[in-house]
Structure formats: C-alpha cells, structure tokens
C-alpha cells in the first residue's frame, strides 16, 4: 500500500508517529520487565529492603506518560485536520470541478457499491474518477452498516442507513486502486470488493457520457419492448 | 468438604452431607462454590471458544479456502465473541472476584448471598440459550451485531433473538453479582480493614462492581430495544423510522469498552498480588496502582467512540474519544511502573503465577500500544476495521483473560482445591502459549497494517499479499490452544494430585491465606484483627517475635496481640 492522495499522505505520516509512539510503549514495558526479572532473578536468600515509592516518584512519571500522551495528542490532532481537508483540483485535474468538489454518490448495498455521477450516469462496482481532482463520495446504505475503504485514497467511513457520510480524496496518479468493504454485512461480506479507476479528465468525461449514452439506450430498449408487448 | 488435614485439632466441621456433591453445588449460595462455579464455567467456555477460532483460523489457512461456508463461518464468529466475552472473560474475572474478595477483607460470607448465587445461575441459563441456538440456527451477526444487520429484515431466523436472550442473562447475572460484591465490600470487611488497607484485588473487585453497576444496564438497554425491534415491530434501531442504528453502536459499545477495561483490571488486581509475593516486597506505591485502576474504569469507558471514528459522528466526539483513550496511557504506565518497580530490587521467585503475570504484562502492553495507534483519529481511519485491530484486542485480552486468568488460577488453585498445579506442566504451557501468543497475532498485526486485510471476513483473496500471514497465524492459533489446553489439563489432574498445599502457599501477605485451603464454609474460626495492609505478614512476624521463628501461621490462630 501506498499513499496516492493528500489526505492518505497525511495518515501515513500519522501512522508512523503512531507506530513510533507503540514501541516506546512496548520497549519501556516489555524491556525493563525483562531486565528486572532477569536482573533480581538470580537473587536468593535475603530478605529484599521493603521499598515503596513515595508521591514524588509517582507525580514525576504521572507527570512524564501526561507530557507524551500530550505529545501524541497534539500530532493526532495537527494531523487528522489535515487529513480530513477537502483538497484543492490541480492544473491537470478536471476544471469543472476546481471550486467545488466532484460530487459523487456511492450506495453500499448487500453485496455492492453503486456509483451515482453528477450526470445520472451510474455505475456498479467500479468508480471511475479523474486525476487529480477533489472528489466528494457521498456514502449511503440501503440495507445494513458497510464500510467504504480504498485505503491508498482515503480513510475508511461507513454507509449507515438514514445518515449521509463523506470521504474526500484527490488521486495523485492515474492508476486502478482496490478497496474492500470493511464491516461484516451479511454472507457476501468478504467478496464486496471495489475498484477505482483514476484517469484523465478527458476520459473521465468520456466515461460519464458513454455510460449515460449505454444506460438510456438500454432503458429506451427495454420501454420500447414493453410497450410491443414484449416481455424484456 | 475435605477433611482438614493440617490442622488435627479440629476434626468435626459440620454434619456429614446426606446429599450428592452436584447438588450441594447447584443448591449452595456460598461464595467460593459460586465463584467455583463461575471459574469452572468459564474456563470450560475458554475451551469450546478455542474450538471455533481453529475452525475459523482453519478457513483462513489457505486464500479463497471452501473449509467452512460463509453463514457457517459468520456463525462460528458470532459464536466466538459471545462465548469469549459473555461465557469466558467476564465470569472468569467475576468468579475470582466472588470467590476471593470476601476471603481478602475477612468476611465469613456474603452480604447478599442468594443474589451472587442468581447471578450464577443467570451465567448458567444465558450460556444454555447461546448453544441451544443450535437446535435451531445460530446468529450470524457477528461479534458486535450493528443494527440492521441484526434486525428481523436482514436475519429473519431466531439466532439474533438467541444472542440476545442470552447476552442479556448472562449481563444480568453479572450485575447481580455485582450487586453483592458492592454490598459484601462496603459492609462486611473484618474489624481494621480500612478501605486504605484492602488488598489490590478487593480493589479491583470493588471498582469492576460499580463499572458493571454502570455498563450492564446500558447492554440490557440495548437488548431489550433490539428485542423489541425483531418482535414487537419496534423503530429503536431503524434508519428510516424515527430511531437510528447509530443508538446501538453508542449503547453496545459502551458496554464492550467497559467489559475490555474490567478484563484489564482484573488481571492487573491479580498481578499486583502475584508480584509482591515473588519478589518479596510490597507493592512500589499502593495507593497510586488503585487510584490508576479506579481511572482506567472511568476514562476507559469514556472512550467507547474510539469505536466509532469511521462512523458517521462528528469529528468533535472522536477527538472526545481519543483524548480518554489517551488519557489512558497514565493510569496504565503508572500501573505498569509500579509493577516493575516491585520487582526491582527483590528476591525474585519465578514460579508459575510470576511467569503468567509477567506474559500478560507484556501482552497486555504490546495490546495496548497498538490501541494507542488505533486511538489516533486519523490513524483510525486506516487501521480500524482491519486484522490488526483484531490483533490488538487479542493482544490485549489474551493477555489480560487467559494469561492474567491463568496467572490467578495458579495463585489461588492452592486456597481452592487444598494442592499446587504442577509446576513443570504450567512451565510447558506457558511457553507454548507464549510462542502461539506471537505466531497467531503478530502477523495479523502485519497483514491489517500494511496490506489491510479486513475483519470478519470468511475468505481472502490470493495476490492480495496475506498469504504467509495468515498461515502463520492459523499455525500460531493452534500452538496457542496447545498450550491453553496443557493448563486446563493440568488444573484437572491437580485437583486430585497435586502437591498438598497448607493454608498460606506462597507466603502472601493478604487474608484469604489465614483460611485454610480450601477454606471451610464460613471462611474464619477467629476473625483476625487488621492493622496494616499487610495483615497476614503481621501475623507471622508476631509469631516469629514469639519465639517460632520461620514457621507459618496455623489457620485456626487468632493474630496475637502485637
């Protein structure tokens, strides 16, 4: 896995911080339990001095877990703000779209994600997004609790029925990018898989227009054998 | 009752039983034959939970595997996070509680004894309806099942409302329980048992009461919404009409936060009287390990939405949650360096509790960091959802419920039974346990991280990087249960043959150790007089003073006047 937009940049950062601060944790813990069982061990006989730690010791290491517990929670927080920004369309982004975001739809459904573009152009399963442009998924749900996650692009948000959630990206490189739904929704929970295809403007546009083009034709076909009397 | 061998100058204790043994046990509210049979249940669930993560680790052995079928394997996960939870952890913690507490603070009973003993056999009813799903069909909404999944549209069959039934007696017989311990720690504690003076563990018995006082009505909230839900047309936990799925999360979660943190506590209230024993000094800083337990009940709860931040909440509430969660690292690194600050210095003797205890400090630290990341919002957003986050909880929870379990089942097997689990056998077990603790989570840790291998899920897909991982991890799950296995071997075969043990096994300072081992029905001839936090140590330098230098205290004296 690697980050291909802003905010992934910024989760990656994150993580390592993350990962930085767990094993201070797990050296401190796990390393001066090792030491003081290998190095008291080995003591037999005497009775040990019965040493307790007065208030001073205590306030002085409460006092240190506070000032890196501090630490990390301010770089969560400087971090996750720049995470969650919406980003800004570059010069080889959609124009369109270089106010506002490109809006799109996605629906998490028992076992499917549907796409839904600004033109009524729909698509299953895969989404097809320009480079380097903002895009807002809108994710609903129309049956259970899924998890929309394409972990290069963005961070995992769920689709919950009744509530609107959003996730934001700007794909920095053209390129096929997969996701897996993420939350246990049924017998198919594990195949929900997703792909999102990252192309230029140009044949994102292209893209919208066919798919529209297909999508009417298809339903002109099936309105025009119903109104024959035919079954489609 | 056993005869009492060591002390020949009482022979009689009561009337010869004219009843068979099981139903003294299933008719008694005593206390210890309450807890015995909590920690008895619990640790034949622990097995049987065992059993459905092989079969679940065997499915994902291989990519793409066909071993179990989908609904087969949503069952087993359902199945697995009940029985863990509901049927292993919580009544494990609850047992040890019931059947020490009273021991610790000198009391002769309970204060509300056929309330703990309802609360058992809640346990008992709650674990029965679980399994009898399987007459028909189990659940197969997984360990937390989210609204709507677990509404009547999506799983019409009655598995949901078995889960439910059951989670939610087995959630009022804890809190019955709880109710008991609160009342036996506030007013049955021997003459000098200051609240300053009460062991650790009567602490943590103490503080994990009042959190279940707090936490299991909000489950049996949930429950009772989702029950109505599925079968009186309720609109609680429905998008669409008026209620939200949102409330189940915030409600369940709340109770699964509070049940992690109460695992937690308890083996960390049973380390810290494992390790001043085997190091032969008193804890580092009494009062700061108990205040630190109290904040980890409080802030950890407070925490729930650390759950939640791929949910549709505010960024605010997530923020709220990762400030508690972090929070957290205080009262746990304070915790964590008054424990190695008792060892230090000490006369150290590795026996089997002191290794448990020191595997589930690890473990529970290793859980921990990795939760710490996870607490990071943004963080979060990668790293939730995925087999790490799996990991962590495993990391946590094995270490707190199986290795903080085992570690109180050998320290207190000797005051239960009257004998020592064998020492060569528990060595065996630990290190395999050890070993499968490693092999099973650490590459799931990996393959959630960096390829992002999803949760819950009953098949993965080859080229997607988690091969090797996940077959490690199907090895270490077997190890693991090898060694989870020898011990509850071992506790079998010890009971019997054993190496006797008299009434203080380790030279303990607290006064479950005055009783005798196992203790009689009402606990104390003579209730001893308290004047320090170390009572029993008091005891024996008293004794020693007197002339009897080095020998133990006999459970029938009474403290000698200092």
């Given at each position: 896995m690697a980050p291909h937009s802003p905010g992934t940049d910024q989760i990656d950062t994150l993580l390592w911080i993350g990962f930085v601060a767990a094993a201070i944790v797990v050296v401190a813990v796990v390393g001066g339990l090792l030491y003081v069982l290998r190095r008291y061990g080995a003591e037999r006989g005497a009775e040990p001095r019965q040493l307790t730690g007065g208030r001073g010791i205590q306030l002085r290491v409460g006092a240190a877990l506070?000032?890196?517990?501090?630490?990390?929670?301010?770089?969560?927080?400087?971090?996750?703000?720049?995470?969650q920004e919406t980003p800004a369309t570059g010069a080889a982004g959609l124009q369109a779209s270089s106010s506002a975001p490109l809006k799109i739809m996605a629906t998490g459904q028992q076992w499917l994600w549907r796409y839904d573009y600004p033109n009524e152009a729909f698509s299953y399963y895969k989404l097809v997004v320009p480079v380097d442009t903002a895009v807002e998924l809108d994710l609903v749900s129309t049956d259970v609790v899924h998890t929309w996650d394409v972990p290069d692009l963005a961070g995992?948000?769920?689709?919950?029925?009744?509530?609107?959630?959003?996730?934001?990206?700007?794909?920095?490189?053209?390129?096929?990018?997969?996701?897996?739904?993420?939350?246990?929704?049924?017998?198919?929970?594990?195949?929900?898989?997703?792909?999102?295809e990252v192309v230029s403007p140009q044949r994102y546009e292209a893209f919208v227009e066919a798919q529209k083009k297909d999508i009417q034709e298809a339903q002109d076909r099936v309105v025009g054998l119903i109104e024959n009397g035919e079954t489609p | 009752m056993s005869a009492p061998t060591a002390n020949p100058e009482l022979v009689v204790d009561g009337f010869p039983s004219r009843r068979?043994?099981?139903?003294?046990?299933?008719?008694?509210?005593?206390?210890?034959?309450v807890g015995r049979l909590l920690?008895?249940?619990?640790?034949?669930?622990?097995?049987?939970?065992?059993?459905?993560?092989?079969?679940?680790?065997?499915?994902?052995?291989?990519?793409?595997?066909?071993?179990?079928?989908?609904?087969?394997?949503?069952?087993?996960?359902?199945?697995?996070?009940?029985?863990?939870?509901?049927?292993?952890?919580?009544?494990?913690?609850?047992?040890?509680?019931?059947?020490?507490?009273?021991?610790?603070?000198?009391?002769?009973?309970?204060?509300?004894?056929r309330l703990g003993q309802l609360g058992a056999w809640l346990f008992v009813a709650g674990a029965t309806v679980l399994y009898a799903g399987f007459l028909f069909t189990p659940t197969e909404a997984g360990i937390n099942p989210f609204a709507p999944l677990s509404s009547l549209a999506f799983l019409p069959n009655n598995g949901v409302d078995a889960w439910a039934a059951a989670a939610g007696l087995a959630t009022l017989g804890f809190v019955l329980v709880s109710i008991d311990l609160v009342a036996t720690l506030r007013r049955r504690r021997a003459?000098?048992?200051?609240?300053?003076?009460?062991?650790?563990?009567?602490?943590?018995?103490?503080?994990?009461?009042?959190?279940?006082?707090?936490?299991?009505?909000?489950?049996?909230?949930?429950?009772?919404?989702?029950?109505?839900?599925?079968?009186?047309?309720?609109?609680?936990?429905?998008?669409?009409?008026?209620?939200?799925?949102?409330?189940?999360?915030?409600?369940?979660?709340?109770?699964?936060?509070?049940?992690?943190?109460?695992?937690?506590?308890?083996?960390?209230?049973?380390?810290?009287?494992?390790?001043?024993?085997?190091?032969?000094?008193?804890?580092?800083?009494?009062?700061?390990?108990?205040?630190s337990l109290v904040a980890i009940a409080v802030l950890g709860?407070?925490?729930?939405?650390?759950?939640?931040?791929?949910?549709?909440?505010?960024?605010?509430?997530?923020?709220?949650?990762?400030?508690?969660?972090?929070?957290?690292?205080?009262?746990?690194?304070?915790?964590?360096?008054?424990?190695?600050?008792?060892?230090?210095?000490?006369?150290?003797?590795?026996r089997a509790p002191l290794?448990?205890?020191?595997?589930?400090?690890?473990?529970?630290?290793?859980?921990?960091?990795?939760?710490?990341?996870?607490?990071?919002?943004?963080?979060?957003?990668?790293?939730?959802?995925?087999?790490?986050?799996?990991?962590?909880?495993?990391?946590?929870?094995?270490?707190?419920?199986?290795?903080?379990?085992?570690?109180?089942?050998?320290?207190?097997?000797?005051?239960?039974?009257?004998?020592?689990?064998?020492?060569?056998?528990?060595?065996?077990?630990?290190?395999?346990m050890l070993l499968g603790t490693l092999l099973a989570f650490v590459p799931l840790a990996l393959a959630g991280t960096y390829d992002g291998q999803v949760v819950d899920a009953y098949k993965f897909f080859d080229g997607t990087g988690v091969n090797a991982y996940n077959l490690i991890a199907t090895i270490g799950a077997f190890v693991l249960a090898a060694g989870i296995l020898m011990t509850l071997v071992n506790a079998i075969l010890s009971r019997e043959s054993g190496a006797p043990a008299g009434p203080d096994a380790w030279g303990a300072d607290s006064l479950e150790w005055f009783a005798l081992s196992p203790p009689e029905p009402h606990n104390f001839d003579v209730l001893p007089d308290v004047r320090s936090a170390r009572p029993l140590r008091d005891i024996r330098e008293a004794i020693a003073r007197r002339g009897g230098a080095g020998e133990r205290p006999r459970a029938r004296e009474s403290q000698p006047v200092a």
């Amino acid at each position: 896995m690697a980050p291909h937009s802003p905010g992934t940049d910024q989760i990656d950062t994150l993580l390592w911080i993350g990962f930085v601060a767990a094993a201070i944790v797990v050296v401190a813990v796990v390393g001066g339990l090792l030491y003081v069982l290998r190095r008291y061990g080995a003591e037999r006989g005497a009775e040990p001095r019965q040493l307790t730690g007065g208030r001073g010791i205590q306030l002085r290491v409460g006092a240190a877990l506070g000032a890196f517990a501090a630490l990390i929670l301010v770089l969560s927080i400087v971090y996750t703000g720049k995470a969650q920004e919406t980003p800004a369309t570059g010069a080889a982004g959609l124009q369109a779209s270089s106010s506002a975001p490109l809006k799109i739809m996605a629906t998490g459904q028992q076992w499917l994600w549907r796409y839904d573009y600004p033109n009524e152009a729909f698509s299953y399963y895969k989404l097809v997004v320009p480079v380097d442009t903002a895009v807002e998924l809108d994710l609903v749900s129309t049956d259970v609790v899924h998890t929309w996650d394409v972990p290069d692009l963005a961070g995992k948000r769920d689709a919950v029925p009744g509530k609107t959630n959003h996730v934001v990206f700007s794909a920095d490189e053209e390129g096929t990018y997969f996701g897996q739904a993420a939350t246990l929704s049924g017998q198919a929970y594990a195949p929900m898989r997703t792909e999102v295809e990252v192309v230029s403007p140009q044949r994102y546009e292209a893209f919208v227009e066919a798919q529209k083009k297909d999508i009417q034709e298809a339903q002109d076909r099936v309105v025009g054998l119903i109104e024959n009397g035919e079954t489609p | 009752m056993s005869a009492p061998t060591a002390n020949p100058e009482l022979v009689v204790d009561g009337f010869p039983s004219r009843r068979p043994r099981w139903v003294e046990i299933a008719t008694s509210a005593d206390h210890k034959d309450v807890g015995r049979l909590l920690i008895t249940g619990a640790l034949g669930f622990l097995f049987i939970a065992m059993v459905e993560l092989l079969l679940m680790r065997l499915q994902l052995a291989v990519p793409e595997n066909g071993f179990l079928s989908p609904v087969t394997f949503n069952r087993m996960l359902s199945l697995y996070g009940a029985t863990a939870i509901f049927l292993f952890a919580l009544p494990l913690a609850l047992g040890f509680f019931y059947y020490v507490a009273p021991l610790q603070i000198g009391a002769r009973g309970t204060a509300l004894p056929r309330l703990g003993q309802l609360g058992a056999w809640l346990f008992v009813a709650g674990a029965t309806v679980l399994y009898a799903g399987f007459l028909f069909t189990p659940t197969e909404a997984g360990i937390n099942p989210f609204a709507p999944l677990s509404s009547l549209a999506f799983l019409p069959n009655n598995g949901v409302d078995a889960w439910a039934a059951a989670a939610g007696l087995a959630t009022l017989g804890f809190v019955l329980v709880s109710i008991d311990l609160v009342a036996t720690l506030r007013r049955r504690r021997a003459p000098g048992m200051a609240w300053r003076r009460l062991p650790v563990f009567s602490w943590a018995a103490a503080i994990c009461s009042w959190l279940l006082l707090v936490i299991g009505p909000v489950m049996l909230a949930a429950i009772t919404m989702l029950l109505i839900d599925r079968n009186f047309e309720g609109i609680f936990l429905a998008g669409d009409a008026g209620g939200s799925p949102l409330l189940w999360q915030h409600l369940s979660w709340i109770f699964f936060t509070g049940a992690y943190m109460l695992i937690l506590i308890f083996a960390l209230g049973a380390i810290a009287e494992i390790v001043p024993t085997f190091s032969r000094k008193p804890l580092f800083n009494r009062g700061a390990v108990i205040g630190s337990l109290v904040a980890i009940a409080v802030l950890g709860t407070l925490a729930w939405m650390q759950n939640m931040f791929t949910a549709p909440i505010a960024l605010g509430w997530m923020y709220f949650a990762m400030i508690m969660s972090l929070a957290l690292i205080v009262p746990f690194g304070l915790v964590f360096f008054n424990l190695i600050a008792t060892l230090a210095g000490g006369t150290i003797s590795m026996r089997a509790p002191l290794l448990f205890a020191a595997a589930a400090i690890a473990a529970i630290s290793i859980g921990l960091a990795a939760e710490l990341e996870h607490s990071m919002v943004a963080v979060g957003w990668r790293l939730q959802h995925t087999t790490d986050s799996t990991a962590a909880t495993h990391f946590a929870l094995v270490g707190g419920a199986v290795f903080g379990g085992f570690a109180a089942l050998h320290w207190w097997f000797p005051k239960m039974t009257g004998r020592t689990m064998g020492e060569t056998l528990a060595r065996f077990s630990f290190w395999t346990m050890l070993l499968g603790t490693l092999l099973a989570f650490v590459p799931l840790a990996l393959a959630g991280t960096y390829d992002g291998q999803v949760v819950d899920a009953y098949k993965f897909f080859d080229g997607t990087g988690v091969n090797a991982y996940n077959l490690i991890a199907t090895i270490g799950a077997f190890v693991l249960a090898a060694g989870i296995l020898m011990t509850l071997v071992n506790a079998i075969l010890s009971r019997e043959s054993g190496a006797p043990a008299g009434p203080d096994a380790w030279g303990a300072d607290s006064l479950e150790w005055f009783a005798l081992s196992p203790p009689e029905p009402h606990n104390f001839d003579v209730l001893p007089d308290v004047r320090s936090a170390r009572p029993l140590r008091d005891i024996r330098e008293a004794i020693a003073r007197r002339g009897g230098a080095g020998e133990r205290p006999r459970a029938r004296e009474s403290q000698p006047v200092a």
